[in-house]
């Protein structure tokens, strides 16, 4: 994949296959692979035919203008490290996965990320090799094992790795844009099949979204009011806190006084 090449949802997942609407902003206008300029005022129509793409769809709106506002021209190393800071928690996920069936190599994939945040760092020169970029992507399920426990997260952790090691010598907005909403699909998608599922879980399935939207802005605040001189020392604070993160899909939300109900969850997601 070229470095800065959007590529649609069908494409990285096969996931619209199952869908009778495309994912908003998955789509070109012409039906092809890559993201439309926001119209609207920044605003993607939105047309999903689950609850699942409504959320996740109503999330990047949101993040959306935040990403394109605190990561602007000469935002290269921001860029670099707001994408490592979205990987971490996806490669948390990967973990789960690796665990829970003995599929693929976090280590590979960590390793992957170092490089990453030493390069956002100026610690890491760009390397020469494809080596670490061409393993990244092995690690994704095989079509065999798409059905395993927690697949559908691995895989999106996969690119998100795999994408910013391809751009990140230049990477542009909408690199950013990518590897932001797969950290937040990441989430969404896990339990799609999970038919009926439960006003439980979607108000736990909401709440680890909107922690995620949530920390993600907290980094987008933080490099947006970094100076350049401070760069090592603001990556280096910002991979240390990253680190620590908890897996998305097991991260803790806040509580609620109340037994939610199917109600709440739908309207909360609007």
């Known amino acids: 994949m070229t470095p800065g090449?959007?590529?649609?949802?069908?494409?990285?997942?096969?996931?619209?296959?199952?869908?009778?609407a495309p994912a908003p902003g998955r789509l070109s206008a012409n039906g092809g692979g890559g993201r439309n300029p926001p119209a609207n005022g920044g605003r993607r129509a939105e047309t999903p035919s689950t609850h699942t793409l409504f959320l996740w769809s109503h999330i990047m709106v949101h993040v959306e203008p935040l990403i394109c506002r605190h990561l602007g021209p000469d935002s290269g190393w921001r860029r670099v490290a707001f994408m490592?800071?979205?990987?971490?928690?996806?490669?948390q996920n990967y973990l789960i996965y690796h665990n829970d069936t003995g599929l693929g190599s976090p280590q590979l994939l960590r390793e992957g990320l170092d490089l990453i945040w030493g390069v956002?760092?100026?610690?890491?020169?760009?390397?020469?090799?494809?080596?670490?970029i061409s393993l990244s992507r092995q690690q994704k399920p095989g079509w065999l094992h798409g059905s395993k426990p927690y697949a559908r997260s691995a895989d999106e952790a996969c690119f998100g790795i795999h994408h910013t090691l391809v751009s990140m010598r230049s990477?542009?907005?909408?690199d950013a844009l990518d590897v932001s909403d797969a950290a937040i699909y990441s989430i969404e998608i896990q339990d799609?099949?999970?038919?009926?599922i439960t006003a439980e879980q979607l108000w736990d399935r909401e709440r680890r979204v909107r922690s995620e939207q949530a920390r993600q802005v907290r980094c987008l605040e933080r490099l947006s009011a970094a100076p350049d001189a401070d760069r090592s020392k603001v990556v280096a604070g910002l991979r240390k806190r990253a680190m620590r993160t908890k897996a998305?899909?097991?991260r803790a939300g806040a509580g609620t006084s109340r037994r939610p109900t199917t109600s709440d969850a739908m309207n909360r997601a609007v």
């Open 5 to 20: 090449k959007r590529r649609s949802r069908a494409v990285r997942s096969g996931e619209r296959t199952s869908l009778t």
């Open 171 to 174: 990477p542009t907005l909408s």
């Open 248 to 250: 998305s899909l097991q």
């Open 84 to 91: 490592a800071w979205c990987c971490e928690p996806m490669l």
């Open 120 to 132: 956002a760092r100026a610690d890491i020169a760009f390397p020469k090799s494809r080596h670490v």
């Open 192 to 196: 799609r099949n999970q038919l009926p």
